[in-house]
């Protein structure tokens, strides 16, 4: 396995979603014994399951939130019988400073702007594709109408082989202070028939219609229910995502913590006029169109849908 540079995790009390997400990664004996196993050596998912005389889905389940906390990297490993997933350490400490919120000089807080997913102002997609609310499906399914009619406001989720869907952001708020980042998070993966957790996409997210990053999401997830679906969608379905943090600041651009471009809050114009696009795509001539599933709050693990969070520098 690869080496994986090590990190130190600070925590505080005035990065919630962060702090929390750790924690709750914490507050299992399980999932601590896991990271104990993995400090000796990295291993599989399928070696942690056989250790600890757990299923696969439930194996599974804990290293997906240990992996989220950046706790943990997980890494395809090849092998006789295909591709298995190979765990190993990030991170070599975590330390929470309750009261770093206090000792730093009060900022204006954070806004926060939430977008329906249905609420694109544009989109082009190919079949298969479709679209639906918490209730029912929106239109024929592989039809690209429904896609077209009004009541596209109610989606929930959405589906595309390839194309893209485009979002209209108020920049009100970035206009109420100094900014110091602008993040993103959603839930998304790819697109395949019915589902398959091996399928990957890759998916360009643009802002002002500038390609900032192109990321890789590894499959179409199912194999057990998304903890916000509606009962009445099929267990043969897409069922859940990724969960993906895109920041903007001064000093570039960073996807789940990571540089991926020097694009910042200036150079893609954010700011000027009454608002700024946002545009998650599937490029026909990308190395893998793999399609896209975007999930709202109502389906998936996260319940939320796109929300965009403007933090103000202190002073």
């Known amino acids: 396995m690869e080496e994986v540079k090590k990190k130190d995790i600070l925590l505080n009390l005035a990065d919630l979603d962060d702090t929390a997400r750790v924690c709750r990664a914490l ?3 399980t999932r601590l014994e896991i990271l104990k196993c993995l400090i000796d050596r990295a291993m599989t998912i399928s070696e942690l399951a056989e250790k600890f005389y757990l299923p696969m889905s439930s194996m599974c389940l804990h290293i997906k ?3 989220e906390a950046n706790l943990i990297s997980v890494v395809p490993k090849p092998g ?3 591709s298995q997933k190979l765990c190993g350490m990030k991170t ?3 330390t929470l400073d309750l009261f770093a919120h206090v000792n730093k000089r009060t900022g204006k807080p954070p806004a926060y702007i939430y977008m329906p997913i249905g609420h694109y102002s544009n989109c082009e997609v190919c079949p298969p594709c479709g679209i639906a609310s918490a209730t029912s499906y929106l239109h024929y399914e592989d039809s690209p109408y429904g896609f077209y009619f009004s009541d596209h406001i109610d989606a929930a989720i959405i589906w595309f082989t390839k194309g893209f869907l485009e979002y209209q952001f108020p920049n009100f708020s970035l206009q109420q202070g100094k900014v110091s980042q602008i993040e993103f998070t959603f839930e998304i993966c790819s697109e395949a028939p019915g589902y398959n957790n091996n399928w990957p996409s890759n998916i360009t997210l643009e802002i002002n219609h500038n390609p900032v990053v192109t990321f890789l999401t590894k499959g179409d997830y199912g194999g057990r229910k998304g903890s916000c679906n509606p009962d009445w969608w099929s267990d043969s379905n897409s069922q859940f995502g990724e969960f ?3 920041t903007i600041t001064d000093q570039g651009s960073f996807l789940d913590g ?3 471009s020097e694009e910042t809050i200036e150079s893609l114009k954010m700011k000027e006029g009454y608002h700024f696009s ?3 795509k599937v490029d026909e001539n ?3 169109v793999g399609g896209m599933n975007l999930f709202g709050k109502h389906f998936g693990d996260h319940p939320q849908d796109i929300i965009m969070k403007v933090d103000y520098a202190a002073g």
């Open 27 to 29: 507050s299992s004996e």
């Open 65 to 67: 939130t240990l992996r």
């Open 80 to 82: 006789i019988r295909g």
């Open 92 to 94: 070599t400490s975590v």
């Open 244 to 246: 993906k943090r895109f």
């Open 258 to 260: 990571e540089k991926v």
């Open 278 to 280: 946002f545009i998650l």
């Open 286 to 288: 990308s190395s893998h």
